[in-house]
């Protein structure tokens, strides 16, 4: 019984001691802010640099992607764009009287699987501020 007991517990820490390995990918995101610009609404990652504005409010939103569970019981996440989260951003901004969104950042949370091997995105983090710009310039 002993010896049972020694060989599960060392299968148990040899197993635990391998490594997993992935190949290099690089992820990238774009949010191409041109077509909201040539419409006349103000979206930037700073600051607005003029001061001919009303500020409105802070927009906060919590994009949750959809999860799934596949047939062998593994679990993935829909995946949202940067372009998907600024048009969601830009149509919540318009509601609210904005024609600009300024300090605009998107951030990921992510859920970490109980062995530690995999992480999924709980939800996308958005937030700025909404402004009024009174002058716009497009050039």
């Known amino acids: 019984m002993k010896r049972i ?16 390995s992935r190949a ?22 700073d600051p607005y640099p003029g001061k001919d504005f009303t500020p409105i409010g802070e927009l906060s ?19 949202i ?8 951003a830009v149509q919540e901004a318009r509601k609210r009287g904005a024609n600009g969104l300024v300090d605009y950042r998107v951030t990921k949370r992510y859920v970490t699987s109980s062995k530690g091997l995999t992480s999924l995105v709980d939800a996308y983090e958005v937030t700025g501020l909404l402004i009024l710009v009174h002058e716009v310039s497009v050039e």
């Open 5 to 20: 007991c020694l060989l599960a517990l060392v299968l148990i820490i040899v197993r635990g001691c391998g490594s997993a």
């Open 24 to 45: 290099r990918a690089v992820l990238v995101g774009f949010a191409d802010f041109r077509p909201y610009t040539t419409e006349g609404f103000f979206v930037s990652p």
């Open 61 to 79: 939103l919590e994009v949750r992607p959809a999860w799934n569970y596949s047939q062998n019981g593994s679990l993935s996440a829909e995946t």
């Open 81 to 88: 764009g940067a372009a998907e989260l600024l048009n969601t």
